[in-house]
């Protein structure tokens, strides 16, 4: 028994859009100390429904024929550490992946996590280039949010987090921001996901990948039109084809 409190903000039984490769269920924990303009979920940023860690974990037991992995998602996740960790404690116990969707803002949480080995895979929102990030935020974040970066980073280098990826929710007109920041991230796993708001016409997949063409890297694309699709880029492929080309010539 886990006597401590989760401020709760929701629960999907059952997902398979959450964690590529996986039927999950996704838990989310309310609360965030950031107010994006295009937050899907605003409805959980503040309030308060408390309900024992082991409340949630019965929810997940009952999901856990049908999953592999639980996402923890909000809100913000990591700014409720002891009940987070207390969660992904419960899930590894029933033999179940943990995944985490984060805006990087907590990274004690992170290493903590990290360090005791319950977490198989993160998705870390990066929002904008650094030197945007606090004025966007209107709070002083961009060092925690880097901090994070590094930290998952170096343990997905170092086989202590299975999966890692970058995500950059990306809207018309901040197109510009894409090459700094997958600059930051360009040894690690990055998604293009369509970013949605009113009044703004979203980039639809073919100008996603144009920004990745001038990248030259591969990432995922996600919008709403197509799912997520696995782009290696024109320019990778004409790259490969070079290479290709000199390896003849050389035989
Ligand atoms: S960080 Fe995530 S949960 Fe928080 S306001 Fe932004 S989109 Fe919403």
């Known amino acids: 028994m886990v006597f401590l409190k989760v401020n709760f903000g929701g629960f999907v039984p059952l997902s398979t859009v959450d964690w590529r490769g996986r039927a999950v269920c996704t838990a989310f924990l309310r609360g965030c100390p950031v107010r994006c303009h295009y937050c899907q979920n605003a409805a959980i940023l503040d309030g308060k429904d408390e309900r024992e860690v082991d409340e949630v974990l019965a929810m997940i037991e009952e999901s856990a024929l049908v999953i592999s992995g639980v996402v923890f998602s909000g809100g913000e996740a990591t700014m409720q550490k002891e009940a987070l960790l207390a969660l992904a404690k419960g899930v590894k116990k029933m033999g179940l992946g943990v995944g985490l969707q984060t805006n990087g803002v907590y990274p004690a949480t992170i290493r ?9 895979k993160i998705s870390l929102d990066l929002k904008t280039q650094w030197r945007h990030y606090n004025n966007l935020l209107k709070k002083d974040f961009a060092d925690r949010v880097k901090e994070s970066l590094l930290l998952c980073t170096e343990a997905h280098h170092a086989g202590r987090l299975p999966e890692f990826e970058a995500v950059v929710t990306t809207f018309r007109g901040c197109e510009d ?6 600059k930051d991230a360009e040894s690690v796993d990055l998604v293009l996901q369509q970013g949605v708001i009113a009044g703004v016409a979203p980039l639809d997949f073919e100008e996603l990948a144009a920004i990745a063409d001038r990248l030259g890297r591969s990432v995922r694309i996600r919008t709403r039109q197509d799912g997520e699709v696995a782009y290696e880029g024109r320019r990778i492929v004409r790259a490969e084809s070079i290479r290709d080309q000199e390896r003849r010539s050389e035989q």
């Open 177 to 182: 921001d894409i090459a700094y920041i997958a």
């Open 112 to 120: 903590a996590l990290l360090e005791e080995g319950l977490v198989d």
